[in-house]
Nanobody, 119 residues
C-alpha cells in the first residue's frame, strides 16, 4: 500500500507565496517521477511541475519562473515553492508519483490540497 500525503495549502493574497509538501510512504522500491498537478473548478486537471529522480524538471508555461519544484529522494518527498501567486493559480493541487512498489509500476495520487489566491 502506497500513500501520498500533501500539506501546505491555504488562502493567500495575490503576490504572496506558499510552499506545498508531499510525502510518499508505504511499500516503495523506487520513485521515478514526482510532481504536482492542479484542478480549478470547471477545468481539467493540468500539470504544474514534475521532477525526475535525476533532477530533471518540467514546468507548465503558466508557472515557469514563479514556481520551483524540489525533491528529497531519501525521504520520498517533493515540494512546490509557489511565489508571486495569482488568482488564476487558485485550484486543488495534487501530488503525483510514478513509482515501483515491489515489481509493480504504478501512478499514485494524493488527496489534494486547496490553494486559494484572493484579495
Amino acid at each position: 500500500q502506497v500513500q501520498l500525503v500533501e500539506s501546505g495549502g491555504g488562502l493567500v493574497q495575490p503576490g504572496e507565496s506558499l510552499r506545498l509538501s508531499c510525502a510518499a510512504s508505504g511499500s516503495i522500491y523506487i520513485i521515478n517521477l514526482m510532481g504536482w498537478y492542479r484542478q480549478a473548478p470547471g477545468k481539467q486537471r493540468e500539470l504544474v511541475a514534475t521532477m525526475s529522480t535525476s533532477g530533471r524538471t518540467n514546468y507548465a508555461e503558466s508557472v515557469e519562473g514563479r514556481f520551483t519544484i524540489s525533491r528529497v529522494n531519501a525521504r520520498n518527498t517533493v515540494y512546490l515553492e509557489m511565489n508571486s501567486l495569482k488568482p488564476e493559480d487558485t485550484a486543488v493541487y495534487y501530488c503525483n508519483a510514478e513509482l515501483f512498489s515491489g515489481p509493480d509500476r504504478g501512478t499514485y495520487w494524493g488527496q489534494g490540497t486547496q490553494v486559494t489566491v484572493s484579495s
